[in-house]
């Protein structure tokens, strides 16, 4: 297993039970990739080194697999937004419709009021045409356009609308930012669940480990949690990504007043701060941590944190794809080895359906798949 996070983990674990000699490796010195947790030192908080990762799922069978290895307690995201001088609450709601608008309507009155504010757009392309056709300019103005602007280093012009389409719109005063049944943090952490689950006889840990893709054949097989291209050593260029980096700062007290607020101006130069102390509000802790986040293209040194997956990527991608076809004993996983973005819980049911396809074919004899879920 090249890479230990959840991808690793998660398959190594599969296939440990099924009697298999496992090796991990990682080139980082610790557990969980970008899942990694860990207590500051100064304040005591439960830090999410990588950045916040909330778990949310509708699928009960990974929902169940969590805590057979952790206790999650309930944690919902509201998400907060400064913006135009005020601030709002995330996603747009009732609440954030009647305040923008200095109105008091109800559901129904808010939601043919946005509908005479979109615009008429009966197959939006870009994000900016699915965010006029689902909400108008003024909250695309407002919520989106700067943020998106930010995030992505482009304009939103140049964004496909696929982006935007799995964000909700809501007609009533719901502010939990995913609509999931199963919503939650490991009261312990991540890296102290993915130890549990890596805690296991037939499975081997090596940390601060490069792992050189020549050496796949020595093995009986690879799974690659990588970047797909970095596999091939970028041979036929390098697969954009977005980075982030984070300005961390300790503040007394409490200094927002919530896990997440966003910054939706564009001459903002972050995107958002984070307050780590709220996503563990059973906890109680005197002082903060905070990380202020900005995202920026992707150097080669650089940790690639969201695929661009625009029109020259995906045209490299295919030609990645047709080359890891050609190799008999690797198949490559996650978020990076597949380059789509992936929430956990999406990440652990590829894993969990990946090792299973891996057995099965073992049994049959047939070829081990290629990749975890194909990424065309």
Same mark, same amino acid.
């Given at each position: 297993?090249?890479?230990?996070?959840?991808?690793?983990?998660?398959?190594?674990?599969?296939?440990?039970? @099924?009697? %298999?000699?496992? *090796?991990?490796?990682? $080139?980082?010195?610790?557990?969980?990739?970008?899942?990694? !947790? @860990?207590?500051?030192?100064?304040?005591?908080?439960?830090?999410?080194?990588?950045?916040?990762?909330? /778990?949310?799922?509708?699928?009960?069978?990974?929902?169940? =697999?969590?805590?057979? &290895?952790? !206790?999650?307690?309930?944690?919902?995201?509201?998400?907060?937004? *400064?913006?135009?001088?005020?601030?709002?609450?995330?996603?747009?709601?009732?609440? !954030?419709?009647?305040?923008?608008?200095?109105?008091?309507?109800?559901?129904?009155? @808010?939601?043919?009021?946005?509908?005479?504010?979109? @615009?008429?757009?009966?197959?939006?392309?870009? &994000?900016?045409?699915?965010?006029?056709?689902?909400?108008?300019?003024?909250?695309?103005?407002? &919520?989106?356009?700067? =943020?998106?602007?930010?995030?992505?280093?482009?304009?939103? *012009?140049?964004?496909?609308?696929?982006?935007?389409?799995?964000?909700?719109?809501?007609?009533?005063?719901?502010?939990?930012? /995913?609509? %999931?049944? /199963?919503?939650?943090?490991?009261?312990?952490?991540?890296?102290?669940?993915?130890?549990?689950?890596?805690?296991?006889?037939?499975?081997?840990?090596?940390?601060?480990?490069?792992?050189?893709?020549?050496?796949?054949?020595?093995?009986?097989?690879?799974?690659?949690?990588?970047?797909?291209?970095?596999?091939?050593? =970028?041979?036929?260029?390098?697969?954009?990504?977005?980075?982030?980096?984070?300005?961390?700062?300790?503040?007394?007290?409490?200094?927002?007043?919530?896990?997440?607020?966003?910054?939706?101006?564009?001459?903002?130069?972050?995107?958002?701060?984070?307050?780590?102390?709220? &996503?563990?509000?059973?906890?109680?802790?005197?002082?903060?941590?905070?990380?202020?986040?900005?995202?920026?293209?992707?150097?080669?040194?650089?940790?690639?944190? =969201?695929?661009?997956?625009?029109?020259?990527?995906?045209?490299?991608?295919?030609?990645?794809?047709?080359?890891?076809?050609?190799?008999?004993?690797?198949?490559?996983?996650?978020?990076?080895? !597949?380059?789509?973005?992936?929430?956990?819980?999406?990440?652990?049911?590829?894993?969990?359906?990946?090792?299973?396809?891996?057995?099965?074919?073992?049994?049959?004899?047939?070829?081990?798949? $290629?990749?975890?879920?194909?990424?065309?």
């Amino acid at each position: 297993m090249v890479g230990a996070g959840l991808s690793g983990a998660v398959i190594g674990r599969v296939l440990a039970e @099924a009697g %298999h000699q496992i *090796t991990v490796v990682d $080139t980082r010195d610790h557990i969980g990739g970008n899942c990694h !947790t @860990a207590r500051d030192a100064e304040t005591g908080v439960m830090v999410h080194t990588y950045g916040p990762h909330i /778990f949310h799922t509708d699928d009960a069978e990974v929902w169940g =697999y969590v805590n057979d &290895f952790a !206790t999650f307690l309930p944690f919902k995201n509201r998400v907060k937004t *400064t913006a135009k001088g005020q601030v709002f609450s995330l996603p747009v709601n009732l609440h !954030t419709i009647n305040q923008f608008y200095n109105k008091t309507m109800r559901p129904e009155e @808010a939601r043919a009021f946005i509908a005479n504010q979109a @615009a008429d757009i009966p197959d939006p392309q870009t &994000f900016e045409e699915q965010a006029l056709a689902f909400v108008g300019p003024d909250l695309y103005d407002a &919520f989106f356009k700067g =943020y998106t602007q930010k995030q992505w280093g482009c304009s939103p *012009t140049e964004l496909p609308a696929a982006i935007l389409k799995r964000l909700p719109l809501r007609f009533n005063y719901d502010d939990n930012y /995913f609509f %999931h049944a /199963f919503q939650g943090m490991p009261e312990e952490g991540y890296t102290v669940m993915i130890e549990r689950i890596l805690d296991h006889p037939g499975i081997t840990v090596e940390l601060n480990r490069a792992f050189d893709p020549a050496e796949a054949p020595d093995w009986d097989h690879v799974f690659w949690s990588g970047p797909l291209d970095g596999f091939f050593g =970028y041979n036929l260029g390098r697969l954009g990504y977005r980075t982030l980096d984070f300005e961390t700062f300790r503040a007394e007290g409490d200094y927002q007043g919530c896990a997440v607020m966003n910054y939706g101006d564009v001459d903002v130069p972050y995107t958002r701060i984070t307050e780590h102390k709220h &996503f563990s509000p059973w906890e109680s802790h005197e002082n903060s941590i905070l990380y202020k986040e900005s995202a920026r293209e992707c150097g080669p040194d650089d940790i690639p944190y =969201y695929p661009i997956r625009l029109v020259d990527e995906k045209a490299m991608l295919a030609d990645y794809v047709a080359a890891a076809e050609a190799v008999d004993n690797v198949t490559f996983v996650g978020r990076l080895g !597949t380059y789509r973005y992936l929430d956990m819980d999406v990440t652990i049911r590829e894993s969990l359906d990946c090792a299973a396809d891996w057995l099965k074919a073992q049994a049959d004899g047939t070829p081990a798949p $290629t990749f975890s879920k194909a990424p065309l």
